[in-house]
């Protein structure tokens, strides 16, 4: 595993609207400043992968939505996984899922924790 600045760990959706945004948000900001930044997507964040649901987050202003965000943070180079045993449980596709995220499984959720610089948990 290579080494990485700041992990985010989500486990919200649109229920929790106010952190999905937050860790998007400091996902990008730091990814902006050149970190190495993974979002890991778990419970029933792994929704938040699948083409199309990033329309339904937007709390305003000052923020602003997951559908901008979601794509300026790949486009920053943060990298989003998800998790593959959420995915089957919420029922999640991997056909369904936006260009660049990728599948992981416990193991690299734990050791992408333990070995990251620091983390940023939202759940």
Do not use: W
């Not at 948000?25 to 029933?44: I, N, R």
């Not at 045993?85 to 193991?107: F, R, Y």
């Amino acid at each position: 595993m290579h080494n990485i600045d700041l992990v985010v760990t989500l486990t919200a959706h649109e229920r929790d609207s106010n952190n999905v945004t937050i860790a998007f948000t400091m996902g990008l900001t730091a990814a902006q400043k050149g970190y190495d930044v993974e979002l890991l997507l778990l419970s029933d964040a792994v929704h938040l992968a699948s083409k199309g649901y990033a329309e339904k987050i937007d709390i305003g202003e000052p923020f602003k939505p997951i559908k901008e965000l979601l794509p300026a943070f790949l486009e920053a180079g943060g990298k989003i996984k998800v998790c593959s045993a959420c995915m089957k449980h919420n029922g999640v596709a991997e056909d369904s899922l936006v260009e660049g995220a990728e599948i992981i499984n416990a193991d690299y959720v734990v050791d992408a924790i333990m070995e990251a610089k620091k983390s940023l948990q939202l759940n």
